[in-house]
């Protein structure tokens, strides 16, 4: 009975809230490499994902930024491609999304070595709170924003941060499906994690954006944009951190011929 009426609502809400085919048409046009290759049950199950999660969650557009139908509808589908074979239920526990025209300034507080607090304010192009918005600069997420090159990807980057904190803390490390070993999700993470920190001390030029280096959650939201945008290369440089990657999105994105 309740499986009939779970069934019965999620159909009235994929009619009501119709994303109409020339505006979806236009949501997955780009970034292509994140799309293109998806099968045809995968595009369904990616649209109607999208649109439940517009359903649910609220756009709010900052410094007087007039959110369109266009950027809702692109923004969410870029955040359902990592959890297609997750379901919506990771993006729980949340409501709003923000977006601002460009980059975005937040205050910060920082204390160093020796206890003094210093202030000052962050340029982002996206930010991601426990329970609270995701926060995203549209220039920089826009179907053809270079952020912060061809692997990129803002949108992917801060809902990776979502999935992260499911586990209770920013650090890297989701909570895992029962058939992954953690073991092995911390040992790949770690020796990835080492090998970026050492070619960075070297000065060579990194397989991913340097912003990886700052700490483990930055390190996964980073992996997981390359995951999706530019999984060729992830795997040459790290192929055990792909593979993890592979085993908690449950997908293989070269497999799948994304690339």
């Known amino acids: 009975m309740w499986q009939w009426f779970h069934e019965w609502r999620r159909r009235r809400l994929l009619r009501r809230a119709a994303l109409s085919d020339e505006l979806w048409g236009q949501a997955v ?6 799309f293109a290759g998806l099968a045809p049950d995968e595009q369904r199950r990616l649209r109607e994902l999208a649109t439940r999660l517009l359903a ?19 923004i969410a589908a870029q955040a359902c491609v990592p959890i297609l074979n997750l379901g919506l239920g990771c993006y729980a526990g ?21 206890g003094i607090v210093h202030s000052g304010n962050e340029v982002l192009a996206g930010e991601s709170w426990p329970a609270g918005p995701v926060v995203l600069s549209w220039a920089e997420c826009a179907p ?15 809902f990776a941060h979502k999935l992260d904190m499911l586990s209770g803390a920013v650090n890297g490390t989701p909570p895992l499906p029962g058939k992954l070993s953690a073991a092995a999700w911390a040992a790949a993470m770690e ?42 290369e992830l795997c040459r440089a790290f192929p055990e951190a792909y593979r993890q990657l592979a085993l908690y999105y449950r997908r293989d994105p070269l497999v799948a011929g994304w690339c």
Not at 29 to 34: E, K, M, N, Y
Not at 56 to 68: M, N
Not at 94 to 114: A, G, K, L, Q
Not at 144 to 158: K, R, S, T
Request: glycine fraction near 8%; proline fraction near 8%; avoid cysteine.
């Open 56 to 74: 649910q969650k609220r756009f709010y557009g900052g410094g007087g930024l007039v959110v369109t139908p266009f950027m809702r509808a692109s």
């Open 94 to 114: 949340w409501t709003s999304i923000v977006v601002y025209r460009e980059s975005f300034m937040v205050p910060r507080e920082e204390i160093d070595e020796v």
């Open 191 to 232: 020796t990835a994690w080492q090998s970026l920190q050492e070619a960075a001390e070297r000065g060579e030029s990194l397989p991913v954006d340097v912003y990886a280096t700052h700490d483990p959650g930055e390190f996964f939201a980073v992996l997981s944009e390359h995951f999706f945008m530019a999984p060729a």
């Open 29 to 34: 046009a780009r970034p292509r490499q994140l």
């Open 144 to 158: 053809g924003a270079d952020y912060p090159g061809p692997a990129g990807n803002v949108v992917i980057h801060e």
